[in-house]
């Protein structure tokens, strides 16, 4: 096990955490009916910001 996990600073919903799941590959940890994603590697985590990051602001 890595002595440092790659996570996002944010906790999705469920709704959130599905989007993101089409752009990479996590595991998820449940808190509180919120999601914290945890990384393998730095380009997932890279793609799910960016996802996150166009769903956010996605006006519809």
Known sequence: ???????????????????VRKA???DAVEDNG???LIFNDPDSM????EALQAMREDPS
């Open 1 to 19: 096990m890595p002595d440092k996990q790659l996570t996002l600073p944010t906790l999705l919903s469920s709704t959130e955490l599905e989007e």
């Open 24 to 26: 990479a590959s996590f």
């Open 34 to 36: 919120f999601y914290r």
């Open 46 to 49: 890279e793609r799910a910001g």
